[in-house]
């Protein structure tokens, strides 16, 4: 093993490291540099979009802001390694922050704007983040009081940062990336700082099933590696116009290739905050976008709204990026018959394996496969449970290991055992290997629920439903749901003289601080949950049996 160069970091074997380094995959450089190298080449070129407050960014704008936060990072006191969490939607804002801390090597924790205080301050204490970065409020929500407890509850946090009004005791994120002139000197200081590219350029967040999200280390090389492969198998350039229409703090929307791979190919990235299908059409046909990014529950919104109002504004639009769920086959070659874009399913996750249909695969690749992996090095492997391999065909667990997917969660050694095997990740997804290596995800073995590409721990909402007074058992499982794909339905068993509705149950998790997404939107009252041999509750009944009663009230 090679020794770590951050505790709590789990590092790739010596001789891949030497391997990866030797075959060019990793370039040991910081993520930083090659967004520098486009601003060079092409400076005034548009690099971003935001639809939210109108602004456009040239390259060498989204530079100069970057090194000027960096430059007022150091002055505050950031140094490498320091942990920052970041809770903002998409936005300019994003990006340049972002690659300050890459400038600084300063971690950016990827929180998601719809996360409360629950979640944040767990990822906030588990990172031991020194500041949070956010807005002063987003659909309605108010984040400016809740910086304030997320200071007093985690004692690392010393900062709040805050976009727009940032009222009277954080910090001004907007004076924060103010434009600044930085003396040759001042550069000279920055470019100075120097950073271990096998260290993380930030940390992911993983839709883990047990507990709370765990932190995934991605470094400067893995990261670079990642977005490089995944901006050739989409075939990204500099003449594209790419659509972020998904949060940005995920995976997909940043790297895969997302728009670090815009930037760094030398594209434009325009940034839309919501996916409403009005605006966002409005922004396709007015910077004649070639490439979105979306999930399931996106594309089918966007193709009903296409086929209802035949707008005809996204006819500059080459791919669409489709991936986060299972993509449902019915829907797949609407793709191309209502938005006249080529679909490419993507099947990826946070902790590294990206796979893709590729182009130019025949259509019934494109709409019945989640695609292959996009590098030569991603190793894949489908076993069953006692973890002997599968022949292709059959179903089975894939486990995967390569250049880009981490050998562990940081500072976990639990999850870990239980998630990585040797080495090899296993996502606790169902997939079937065809023989041209394609992948079609099946189901999951794992207690999540997957609401239009946000995970839901299925444990930790019934944890924290088990709270309330009078419940005897409960369970939540995943309900299916035309346009989320799934959504959460609770099950319980209520004590004599107790009540409980979906209301109550809603306001309890509220209350808790969690975010929307997992709040179940159904609840059934049962006398019993039915249990399997071992004493566990049966969830696959369950499901069955809110599938059943949903299909019956359809009729
Ligand atoms: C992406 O990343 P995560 O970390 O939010 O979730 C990963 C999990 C996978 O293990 C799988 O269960 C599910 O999400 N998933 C899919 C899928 N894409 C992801 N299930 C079926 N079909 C698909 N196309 O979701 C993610 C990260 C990078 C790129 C794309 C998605």
Not at 123 to 136: C, H, K, N, P, V
Not at 180 to 197: F, G, M, N
């Amino acid at each position: 093993m090679t020794e770590t160069p951050m505790p709590g970091m789990v590092p790739w074997p010596e001789e891949l490291v030497e391997f990866y380094r030797s075959e060019g995959l990793w370039q040991d450089r910081n993520l930083f540099q090659y967004i520098e190298d486009t601003a060079r080449s092409s400076p005034s070129k548009t690099a971003l979009v935001d639809t939210g407050d109108g602004s456009r960014l040239s390259y060498r704008e989204v530079i100069d802001r970057a090194n000027a936060a960096a430059w007022r990072m150091r002055e505050l006191g950031f140094r490498e390694q320091d942990r920052v969490v970041i809770v903002l939607p998409n936005s300019w804002q994003l990006v340049v922050l972002l690659l300050a801390c890459f400038r600084t090597g300063v971690i950016p924790v990827m929180a998601l704007a719809g996360h409360r205080r629950y979640e944040l301050t767990h990822i906030s204490a588990r990172s031991q983040a020194r500041a949070l970065f956010t807005m002063d409020t987003w659909r309605d929500f108010d984040f400016r009081p809740l910086t304030q407890e997320l200071e007093n509850e985690v004692d690392t946090l010393e900062w709040s940062f805050i976009a727009r009004d940032h009222g009277p005791h954080a910090r001004s994120l907007d004076d924060l990336l103010a434009p600044l002139d930085l003396s040759p000197a001042q550069t000279a200081e920055l470019d100075a700082i120097s950073i271990d590219p096998l260290l993380p350029a930030l940390f992911q967040l993983s839709g883990g099933t047990t507990g709370l999200p765990k932190l995934i280390t991605r470094t400067h090389n893995d990261y670079a590696y990642n977005i490089e492969v995944c901006s050739e198998v989409a075939g990204l350039t500099e003449d594209d116009v790419q659509l972020a229409a998904l949060p940005l703090t995920h995976n997909f929307g940043l790297a895969c290739p997302g728009v670090l791979g815009a930037l760094t190919v030398g594209a434009t990235s325009v940034l839309a905050p919501s996916p409403n299908p009005v605006k966002v059409f409005e922004a396709m046909e007015q910077e004649q976008v070639t490439t979105a990014v979306v999930v399931p529950a996106v594309a089918q919104r966007w193709i009903a709204h296409e086929a209802e109002h035949r707008t005809g504004k996204t006819v500059s639009l080459r791919v669409l990026q489709v991936g986060g769920s299972r993509m449902p086959d019915e829907l797949a070659p609407r793709v191309q018959a209502v938005l006249g874009a080529t679909l490419q399913q993507v099947y990826g996750m946070a902790e590294g394996l990206i796979n893709m249909t590729r182009l130019d695969d025949p259509e019934e690749v494109i709409t019945t496969t989640q695609g292959r992996p996009v590098s030569p090095h991603d190793e894949v492997r489908i076993v069953d449970p006692e973890g002997n391999d599968l022949p292709d065909g059959e179903r089975g667990l894939l486990l995967t290991r390569g250049p880009y997917t981490p050998r562990g969660y940081f500072n976990a050694p639990e999850a870990n055992e239980k998630s990585f095997l040797d080495g090899w990740y296993c996502p606790g997804d169902v997939v079937v290997r065809r023989p041209d290596g394609n992948l079609v995800v099946q189901g999951r073995d794992k207690d999540i629920i997957n609401r239009g590409g946000e995970k839901i721990s299925a444990e930790e909402v019934e944890s924290l439903l088990y709270q309330i007074d009078g419940v005897e058992q409960l369970a939540v499982v995943a309900m299916p749901d035309e346009v989320y794909g799934e959504k959460v339905c609770l099950y319980a068993v209520i004590r004599d003289g107790h009540t409980l509705t979906l209301e109550q149950a809603c306001e309890h998790l509220r209350e808790v601080g969690i975010a929307a997404h997992n709040l179940p939107e159904r609840i059934e009252i049962v006398d019993r949950l039915p249990m399997t041999k071992i004493r566990k509750i049966d969830k696959k009944v369950l499901r069955e049996d809110i599938a059943a009663k949903l299909a019956a009230e359809e009729q």
